[in-house]
């Protein structure tokens, strides 16, 4: 998932011309609150997939920025001032982020007891435990791989960046302190310094490791950072109200223009955090200096409140989605979504009015110690509570989500299947290219061919012929094809074509998640024609002396299919249910098979009926173990099926 959001109290800034060092003051700033409510209402229309918000989750991003300038402002005021103190900081951090987190876990874990099954509040618990010692970040970025279950699935994704902001405040105020003491005069250079060097990590690791980069904290505290720069006073303010205005429309502006031309498929945040970031700074700074229209807009009375309950807004709005996506499954829509969102806004004022107002301004406040014990001794229970739920748990499995679980595990471990940041040369030749008389077969593909592997080994095994297995996760055998997150995709693709032209199998065999591929996902591919290179990769492969066979379409489940088992009811009951496939490809290959340039076998029709009823079982066996791969039993059936359909792959073939 894409986007978190949270919040701070809102006293911040009216900086005067040439005051470079002087902090920001406590005069409260309704453009803020407004720049809150353009953060959350992004990362909210997002998540309903709300168009043309596609990449709203950059309103994490512009929250960060904030979060940065004013909590700075506030150390760097009470540093001015001789009044900084660590247990006042971290008081108000309690008063501000406990009381609705704590009542978010609450209910969240309350709601999930009902609705989850096993497999889902095992995950839902251990992530409770890492989120209680503010590292579910962590959590999510060892527990979001491939082949692992959808973190979207997860009712508390959403504190991944509250836990990153922890995790910051921790050292920030303390590293502050010490250079207003020991290197006053050079604070915003350092700042500054870290701030690049963090920026730098961010750009050169999110082509190499895409999760890290999104849920690391080194990677994001740029972001804080730029916020705190403009509370320590780098650029001076200005007196010119043209120069302010046209600066915060261009804030505006870059803004606008990341939450439209960004996807979820965007390598982010590194450089394309960039325009969101220096759009949030520029505003609160053009604002600062004095009125704007871009402020004025933020600063009216509709903005500023949904920023005021934007903390419960994020935190409730999450969990509620995770609920009626999990109830509705592939019913689920934009409608449902917008009611939820309503419903979600409704939640977050209570929650605004009675539990966070109340602990964070009521007149009657719990002394600093027994705060701070209260505080430790509840999240204390909430690791204890998750670490043995998640426990208790993981022994209720039942036997389909025990099947589930074996059948991920073992696609995580296929050795032939190379990670992104791999080439060929670290592909295992030994367990990969196995030996045989003549008439060599060659898998290639994502992850799609690699569940079929297995059935491949016997099939090669029953007829002496040798095996060449290669794939690499979400990357489709089409030479030239550029795929986002993806760097290391087309130079695989050139590495096997080359050993293909060496090796020269009698048949190649492509497979992929062809649905996926089906979607243009970012500029670079909209300006690329797939099926284009599709077509000149498979006669390139026939140049070289190879047939080709496509393994068509698999049906794709509108959610794992040991939830759709769980909840079996109608059709479902018989082990089936409404799926889809990717009919452009279907389309496509058959026209080439056609013109007789390939064979092609449309999987979808071996598990579905003409209305898209798809199998998920046979009899007890689950035929997949998520929305579309298959387990061992589903891709020895298209093998089979395979087998007594195409005569190359029954008996060894000679060269042609």
Not at 7 to 20: E, F, L, M, R, Y
Not at 36 to 64: C, E, K, N, T, W
Not at 92 to 119: C, D, E, N, Q, W
Not at 548 to 563: C, K, R, T
Request: hydrophobic share 50%; aromatic share 12%.
């Amino acid at each position: 998932m894409r986007g978190a959001l949270n919040s701070t109290d809102n006293v911040g800034a009216s900086a005067t011309p040439n005051t470079v060092d002087r902090p920001v003051s406590d005069a409260y700033r309704p453009d803020i609150d407004g720049l809150r409510a353009v953060a959350v209402l992004s990362v909210l229309f997002y998540h309903a997939g709300l168009p043309p918000f596609f990449g709203g989750f950059v309103g994490v991003d512009i929250f960060f920025v904030i979060s940065g300038y004013l909590i700075t402002g506030i150390l760097h005021g009470d540093l001015q001032r001789g009044a900084f103190s660590i247990a006042r900081f971290y008081e108000r951090r309690v008063r501000r982020i406990f009381p609705a987190l704590y009542i978010t876990i609450v209910l969240t874990l309350v709601g999930a007891t009902v609705l989850f099954s096993a497999v889902d509040l095992e995950r839902l618990h251990e992530s409770v435990a890492w989120l209680a010692v503010f590292a579910s970040n962590v959590y999510f970025m060892n527990n979001a791989g491939y082949f692992d279950a959808a973190s979207e699935q997860n009712a508390i994704l959403q504190t991944w960046s509250l836990a990153i902001e922890e995790q910051f405040y921790v050292v920030f105020p303390l590293a502050l302190a010490l250079l207003y003491r020991f290197g006053r005069s050079r604070i915003k250079w350092i700042v500054l310094g870290l701030a690049l060097l963090s920026l730098a990590f961010s750009i050169a690791i999110v082509n190499v490791n895409a999760r890290a980069a999104f849920f690391s904290t080194y990677g994001r505290t740029w972001e804080l950072m730029m916020g705190a720069l403009l509370a320590l006073g780098l650029f001076p303010a200005t007196a010119n109200a043209g120069m302010r205005n046209w600066i915060a429309a261009l804030g505006a502006a870059l803004v606008a223009a990341s939450l439209v031309v960004l996807t979820n498929e965007t390598p982010f945040p590194g450089a394309y955090a960039v325009p969101a970031c220096l759009g949030t700074a520029l505003m609160i700074w053009a604002n600062a200096s004095g009125p704007t229209l871009v402020g004025a807009f933020l600063s009216t009375r509709p903005m500023v409140f949904v920023g005021l309950v934007s903390y419960s807004l994020y935190l409730l709005h999450w969990p509620m989605l995770t609920f009626a996506r999990y109830w509705f499954k592939g019913d689920f829509t934009l409608a449902h979504a917008l009611v939820v969102l309503l419903a979600a806004f409704a939640a977050s004022v209570l929650c605004w009015r009675y539990v966070e107002t109340p602990f964070r301004k009521g007149g009657r406040r719990v002394a600093r110690r027994t705060l701070f014990a209260s505080a430790i001794g509840l999240m204390a229970a909430l690791a204890a509570s998750g670490l043995s739920a998640a426990t208790w748990y993981a022994g209720q499995l039942t036997e389909t989500d025990k099947t589930a679980e074996a059948e991920r595990e073992h696609a995580k471990a296929e050795p032939c299947m190379i990670k992104d940041t791999q080439t060929l040369k670290d592909w295992p030749a030994a367990t990969c290219a196995l030996p045989g008389s003549s008439g060599a077969i060659a898998v290639w593909g994502d992850s799609f061919a690699a569940h079929y592997f297995d059935a491949f080994k016997r099939l090669a095994a029953g007829s002496g012929r040798p095996l060449l297995l290669l794939a690499e996760s979400s990357c489709p055998p089409i030479l030239g094809l550029p795929v986002p997150n993806r760097p290391g995709c087309e130079p695989f693709n050139r590495e096997v074509f080359a050993k293909l032209q060496s090796e020269k199998p009698s048949l190649v065999v492509l497979s992929a998640d062809w649905m996926v591929y089906e979607k243009k996902k970012t500029i670079a591919e909209v300006m690329v024609d797939k099926y284009a290179l599709l077509a000149q990769t498979i006669d390139r492969l026939r140049a070289a002396g190879s047939k080709v066979l496509v393994i068509g379409p698999s049906p794709m489940f509108p959610a794992p299919v040991p939830q759709i088992a769980a909840a079996e009811t109608g059709k479902s009951g018989e082990g089936a249910t409404k799926a889809s496939y990717s009919r452009k490809f279907d389309e496509f290959f058959r026209r080439l098979q056609r013109a007789a340039r390939i064979d092609y076998f449309p999987t979808y029709t071996l598990f579905c009926d003409s209305a898209v009823f798809c199998k998920y079982k046979d009899g007890t066996d689950l035929l997949f173990w998520d929305e579309g791969h298959l387990t061992g039993r589903g891709s020895a059936l298209v093998l089979d099926r395979l087998a007594a359909e195409v005569p190359d792959l029954r008996a060894p073939a000679t060269q042609h």
